[in-house]
């Protein structure tokens, strides 16, 4: 979008897309829904925009990215059976020549974090964990806030709730 020309702009009720080659035109609107904004596609600029036949928009590279990055047989397959409308011809040798990195991030696959045995408890109180937690709603007694202590050597766990997270100390 914004190497068209385009300008997003996000704010606590929704999202405006601007083309700022056209004095900064609305070009279309999209309504807050939760974490997500949803796109009123209904609006004509906003269904011109996104079914042009124009420049690069048959490029396989941009479809890839528009339609959930599929892959290049999925792509073909979608073209072949007209699952969608606009999806313009794509020639019999066309590859996306481009290395996608957002599939390429999503596909990579990550060594599991090491297990650490460099030191062992061997007795009660050698070692405690901590840590505090913040509560979405406040408890019956009005606490925002609750620390857990977890002794290394017998797991055993303690639990305080508090009202300010300063309180720590005082239960530790």
Not at 25 to 46: F, W
Not at 102 to 128: D, I, N, W, Y
């Amino acid at each position: 979008m914004v190497e068209q020309g385009l300008q997003v702009t996000f704010n606590p009720n929704g999202c405006f897309m601007e083309d700022m080659k056209n004095q900064g035109k609305l070009i279309a609107k999209g309504e807050r829904n939760g974490q997500m904004c949803t796109l009123d596609v209904n609006m004509p600029e906003v269904n011109s925009m996104l079914f042009t036949h124009g420049k690069g928009v048959g490029d396989i590279g941009i479809w890839h990215k528009r339609v959930s990055h599929v892959n290049l047989q999925c792509l073909k397959l979608m073209e072949k059976q007209n699952f969608v409308g606009s999806l313009p011809k794509f020639g019999i040798k066309e590859v996306m020549l481009e290395v996608c990195e957002a599939c390429q991030l999503g596909k990579q696959a990550r060594h599991p974090f090491p297990v650490q045995t460099t030191h062992v408890s061997s007795k009660p109180l050698e070692m405690m964990h901590l840590d505090v937690w913040t509560m979405k709603t406040k408890s019956i007694g009005r606490c925002k806030y609750y620390v857990s202590f977890i002794n290394d050597h017998t797991k055993k766990v303690w639990v305080y709730f508090m009202k300010h997270k300063g309180e720590v100390f005082q239960h530790f």
